[in-house]
């Protein structure tokens, strides 16, 4: 099955809007993933920073009916999750709204939210919604969502942070979502010895690849151990992999438009170089692609 794969933010760390980043765009990150139409349309979201908030306000002006929608969070760092409170699909009575993510150490990721909109940060308390809301814990390995398998892995990001693939269950192409994921040297992380291996089998054959790039090469020195890559790694994986396109994601917010323009050009030269048969692309806010 066909589905459409839409950028609403691609930005780490804090939201950056500004003249300098209209092009790449300043809002945090959340990707949506749409397949069908009409009755049959399944949305599903991944990741809830700013970029979601917009993505509401184009569901509830497109909207015929109530919604249902899945939402799989990587993690519950700040920029992950901070459009969450602004999501307006979670104040229109009828709609449905599952939140898929993982626990930080002993906390459940309903605490988590709970939190985040505690009356003394903001006016309306998560219980309070008019939508009906379910939070469900998940961890490495297989479960289905509406229109989706999805396999989950650990990544090496400080906290317990997932990347997800997903693949119609009616068949076609896979993509894969790994944001805020260090692929270099560094850090001290709970996973195997085999992690590495593992992965690149988890990625194998994806069709898109969306993958942290948040450091430039002279950056990355100075963040070993932050829990994220570079370009050049991103491209390396890809090509270990398999993979046919890949956009470099959770742009660094001292990166404005002139950045990315130069560090995408530098990525394709060295991922021609390199031979790899890959498609790069930065993601950028309002990308569309179609798988």
């Known amino acids: 099955m066909a589905?459409?794969?839409?950028?609403?933010?691609?930005?780490?760390?804090?939201?950056?809007?500004?003249a300098l980043t209209t092009r790449y765009g300043g809002n945090t990150p959340c990707v949506a993933v749409q397949c069908g139409s009409g009755a049959g349309e399944r949305l599903v979201i991944l990741d809830a920073g700013t970029g979601?908030?917009?993505?509401?306000?184009?569901?509830?002006?497109?909207?015929?009916?109530?919604?249902?929608?899945?939402?799989?969070?990587?993690?519950?760092?700040?920029?992950?999750?901070?459009?969450?409170?602004?999501?307006?699909?979670?104040?229109?009575?009828?709609?449905?709204?599952r939140i898929w993510?993982?626990?930080q150490g002993d906390v459940d990721l309903g605490v988590i939210l709970r939190q985040q909109m505690h009356p003394v940060v903001f006016p309306v308390p998560l219980d309070q919604l008019s939508a009906e809301l379910t939070v469900a814990h998940v961890g490495p390995g297989a479960f289905e969502i509406d229109g989706f398998a999805v396999e989950a892995i650990r990544l090496r990001h400080p906290g317990n942070t997932l990347g997800y693939r997903l693949t119609p269950t009616d068949g076609g192409a896979s993509m894969?979502?790994?944001?805020?994921?260090?692929?270099?040297?560094?850090?001290?992380?709970?996973?195997?010895p085999t992690w590495r291996t593992e992965f690149v089998q988890f990625l194998a054959g994806v069709q898109v690849l969306i993958h942290d790039a948040m450091y430039a090469p002279g950056d990355l020195d100075?963040?070993?151990?932050?829990?994220?890559?570079?370009?050049?790694?991103?491209?390396?994986?890809?090509?270990?992999a398999g993979v046919k396109q890949l956009l470099l994601f959770h742009h660094r917010p001292e990166?404005?438009?002139?950045?990315?323009?130069?560090?995408?050009?530098?990525?394709?030269?060295?991922?021609?170089?390199?031979?790899?048969?890959?498609?790069?692309?930065?993601?950028?806010?309002?990308?569309?692609?179609t798988l």
């Open 3 to 18: 589905y459409t794969i839409t950028i609403w933010g691609a930005r780490g760390s804090v939201p950056t809007p500004g």
């Open 52 to 97: 979601i908030r917009l993505l509401g306000k184009q569901l509830v002006k497109l909207g015929n009916g109530s919604l249902q929608l899945d939402l799989l969070l990587s993690h519950t760092h700040w920029d992950h999750i901070q459009g969450l409170p602004f999501f307006a699909p979670f104040f229109g009575k009828g709609n449905e709204v």
């Open 101 to 103: 993510g993982s626990k």
């Open 176 to 192: 894969a979502y790994v944001t805020d994921n260090e692929l270099g040297s560094g850090g001290s992380y709970d996973v195997a």
């Open 222 to 240: 100075q963040h070993r151990g932050w829990g994220h890559s570079t370009p050049s790694e991103a491209v390396a994986l890809a090509g270990e």
């Open 255 to 289: 990166h404005d438009d002139a950045v990315m323009d130069n560090l995408l050009e530098a990525t394709r030269n060295e991922a021609e170089e390199a031979g790899h048969s890959l498609d790069v692309f930065a993601a950028t806010e309002g990308m569309q692609l």
